[in-house]
């Protein structure tokens, strides 16, 4: 059986039954309780769970993280929440060099098994609330970082996240928090923490995002598939591991890839993408790899402005035409 | 610094050009603006002009060269300039003028295909290819320095190799009887999708066919050939068949034409042209277009492409705005694009446009009626007979009487309209040509 | 000075077997140390090498007043914590030489000691980067209703640092079991405490967040292990964190590579002479006829003995097996590629 619900109620749902489940899980982060979490994914869980389980921590990023990692160390499971990923930096340094590197370089003597919950988006938000990081954590060894498109994939993840033994970060999108999907029932759905997924076959090209950019290339490819041109689209779902099989598997049935990323183009994970790709896959290759991404500035507030930094479907179209080596045949529309 | 001149892009669909002559040379001063080459493309001969004024420094394409859009042709700078042989990249493809991307397999005797002086590759060259290509090539045997490539830098790419590859094919049979007349060429910007899937594959020799000779086609028959089985391919056509009396039209043209001077003396097309742009006044869905899966679009102007024959295949320029134009106007237009179009030098813009043509073989006299293949993207083509003299039986009588007759057939897309529009519209136009007065009115 | 009664020192309540224990784990230290210095210069130790030398009595006090189930984690300068809680000098000299018999396996080297089983989660080498996860060991103490302790060592050069302050706002706020031991040896790196501190007593900083605090004399390992003791029961009863600054001078460099040009060698001198923890704590010993001059000696013959044995165990131990490079990076398995 499964029902068809938001991406916020399957992460909520997930932190329920897992909390429930064992009470060594708990929750940190800014705002979670009181206010019930600033994308309301937490709501009602103070007043459940309590204030033990639930705790509201004082706007101090690197000790959230450096908590919840003595936390786990000290036999507790915690879930920690970062509001944004543009204030995740502020904890990077316990990121990097505590979590990620505890079990590695103590020898396997004891692990930190720490998830930690950040989200991006943008809205007229201004610079430095609307950045993409999710590359910074992808770099790093020893950390599992996912970024679920679809409410499935959210719940299955953040379940098998908090009951696994590896530090993860979990990278969500605001703006999708409403998207719908179907969710599995049951409180033993969890899905393992990696693996690509083609979510649309097609011949011509193979399209690759994540998280909200996925949306982009299922809406691009819709429009494509009016004029003929069939676009294979795969959800990414996770950063790192990273599953280059995927993808080549596809570009050699499609000898095209374009990467539809919403964070900056250079040093992103699209670059990590078509670097591995072409690795394996280079004598598929008809035309290059091209990336979809944002522009190079700092975000600006002006909704016009703020309009032409993200890439959106009509980018999306655009870019795959010049893998397919048309023109511009109709003028897109703007 | 040395200016670059690359061979420019001349219309939508123009993918390479074939330099015909050079108008300077090297050494030459050029001023910006001034033509320095007559190149061909798919559908014309055009001069194309510098856009720098300074001394030709090198040119980098021979006559009779066939140049990607966008590859350097010449470099153009100070008298003395030097010229770092890094700033001139070598041109990944050099060949003859014909097209070599449609390559019928061998007969039992192997025969090359049509022998170039050069490969496309010039040798010590490298060639540019995809990855992809690379290995098709290696698996397959082909030499990719006898491929012209058809990507950005002459890059070869799947596209261009897939036709070499052979695969065996049932022979090709007629499946229906093509359209008695050439349909008129593709001379639109398409909207219709553009074909991503791989072009026709090589045909294997059939038993029971004796030996043949094998002909590259023309550009402009390639692009026709592709245009029409696409028109014919994707959209349903269906045909209705009308035939007017035009002795008051063709009285109605004589007055004028003794009345006007030589450039404004009207013909049976342009009286044509504005009964067609008048009467689709009333019938604006077919001066559309139908945009898949489920879009009309129907243009704010009535634009009439006419169907020009000449020496290398068919050609339409249109008249723009035509219902607007008064008939000296419509006349002295066609005059001049019929003129130009028979020696190849209308510009693109000239007949990359139109939202419905008039194709005519009347002139040929012995035309009763022909079908034509509607022109994409468009609605709807009229094809025009010959004005034959036939009896015709008036109503009350039971002598024939000898009656000038003009048989006019409509094709349309039947997913733009139906058998009751097409009747109705051409009997608008069958009204304005017998009672042609009402052309000098609207 | 009163004489001893039953070799036991006025006002301790520690039997002469402890005592001993801590005048034998101070001069292991001690030894210990200087023979790395040796065995650096040698060149079997590479990388970073922060010596303990002068600062024994705080590793040895607080450490043996701790309860075996506290948690501790301290900073980079931490041969001599690993050494006090009675991990073997052999594995932590293999360690220091890189070897697979080293006690994290060769993968840590000197900064990165760590024994799960003592709960001594690990030497960390960003400075103040252990103080929440001090904060965060608390937690779960308190969580699970625990009696631990988490004990956290670190220098006065983190506690200008902003981690210092989260995690000290952290334990004081939620009331945890946090014991913050601050090593004030003066000089953070290379810069002395009065050019790096607005507030030159550090234990005076927790006021800010109204933790308890005192400072003791690190060069006196009774004390430290008496201010050590009365801490940790204040955490241990529920009471939140608390706040220690022992004080104390490290006689070498802040590694090895360090010329020392930001301070004076009387300065040096000065504590050497007059303020050895180890001279101070013997004469002690001696004074309260808790000790002989010969169980002394044999005590530093037999800290000689186990020193050099360490070198020779280390020099013979393998390197760590390059297969095993890539192992311990994920917990859980890994299937894709």
Redesign the interface.
Known sequence: MAREITYRDALREALREEMYRDERVFLMGEDIGAYGGSYAVTRGFLQEFGPDRVRDTPIAELGIVGLGIGAAIGGLLPVVELMTVNFALLALDQIVNHLAKIYYMFNGQFTAPVVVRTAEGFGQLGATHSQFFENYFAYVPGLRVVAPAVPKDAKGFLKAAIRGNDPVIFIENSLIYRNRGEVPDGEDFLLPLEGAEVRREGR?VTIVSWLRGYYLALGAAEELA????ECEVIDLRVLRPLDVETIVRSVQKT?RLVIVEEGWKSFGVGAEIAASVQERA??????PIMRVASVEVSMPYARNLERLVIPNKDKVIEVVREV????L??PVAR | MARPLVMPQMG?DMKEGTILRWLKHEGDRVERGEPIAEIETDKVNLEIESFASGVILKLLAKEGETVPVGQLIALIGEPGEKVEEEAVPAPAVVGAATAAATVTAPGPRAPEAAPLEEGPTAPGERVRA??????LAAEHGIDLSKIRG???GGRI???DILPLIAAPRAPLAPEQPAPAAAPPPPSV???A??A?AAPAVTVAPVPGLPEFEVIELSRIRQTIARRMAESFQQAPHFFVTTVAEVDALLALREQINAQVPEEERVSVTDLLIKACALALRDFPTLNASFV??NQLHIYKRIDINIAVATEHGLIAPYVPDADHKPLAAIARLTKDLIARAREERLRPEEYQGGTFTISNLGMFGLVEHFTAIINPPQAAILAVGSILREPVYREGSEEPVPVRRLRLTLSVDHRVADGAVAARFLQTVRTLLEQPMLLLVR | MTSTVDGQLPGVALPKSELLEMYRLMVLIRRFEEVAAEQYALGKIAGFLHLYIGEEAVAVGTIRAMDPDDHLVTHYRDHGYALALGLDPRRCMAELFGKATGLVGGRGGSMHFADASKHFWGGYAIVAGLLPIAAGLGLASKHLNQRRVAVAIFGDGATNNGAFHEALNFAALWKLPVLFLCENNQYGMGTAVQYASAVREMYRKACAYDIPAERVDGQDVLAVYEATKRALEHCRSGNGPYFLEALTYRYRGHSMADPETYRSKEEGEEWRRHRDPIERFRQQLLAHNVATPEELAALDQAVEEAVAEAVRFADESPEPAPETLTQYVYADPITVR
Not at chain 1, 226 to 229: C, K, L, Q
Not at chain 2, 130 to 135: E, N
């Open positions: 011509d009016r004029e003929g041109i000898n280079l004598d598929y290759l008809d035309a397919l080596y048309q023109r045949l109709a | 939508y995809s990855p992809l290509v690379r290995r058809s990507g950005p790419v799947k596209e910007p398409p909207a999708p553009p991503a898949p899966p």
